[in-house]
Nanobody
């Protein structure tokens, strides 16, 4: 059974940092692109950051570029999202997902495995 489990969310003041982790089990995703999405109350799920398979190339939404960093440790089957300079508008449930392909995946329909989400709340 494939599982993606996120951790590391919480409450932080504006300007602070959090590091999210996503541990995968049940299969290896080293050749799959992995991504982070978020969903704020009353809004749709939006792409935040992605990282390609073995090459590890990264790409970001404009709203987080320069503040967030996605990385992966294929030996641990784990993906990370380092979030710095957090803003109240970053408040959302953050989801980790595994893409069907290996490179550039930014749309939800390109992902076929999802975690349960972790809440990030940024206070002003």
């Amino acid at each position: 059974q494939v599982q993606l489990v996120e951790s590391g969310g919480g409450l932080v003041q504006a300007g602070g940092s959090l590091r999210l982790s996503c541990a995968a089990s049940g299969r290896t995703f080293s050749n799959n692109a992995m991504g982070w999405f978020r969903q704020a109350p009353g809004k749709g799920r939006e792409f935040v950051a992605g990282i390609s398979g073995s090459a590890g190339r990264t790409y970001y939404a404009d709203s987080v570029r320069g503040r967030f960093t996605i990385s992966r440790d294929n030996a641990k089957n784990t993906v990370y999202l380092q979030m710095n300079s957090l803003k109240p508008e970053d408040t959302a449930v953050y989801y980790c997902a595994a893409c069907k392909g290996s490179y550039y995946c930014t749309r939800t329909e390109e992902y076929d495995f999802w975690g349960q989400g972790t809440q990030v709340t940024v206070s002003s």
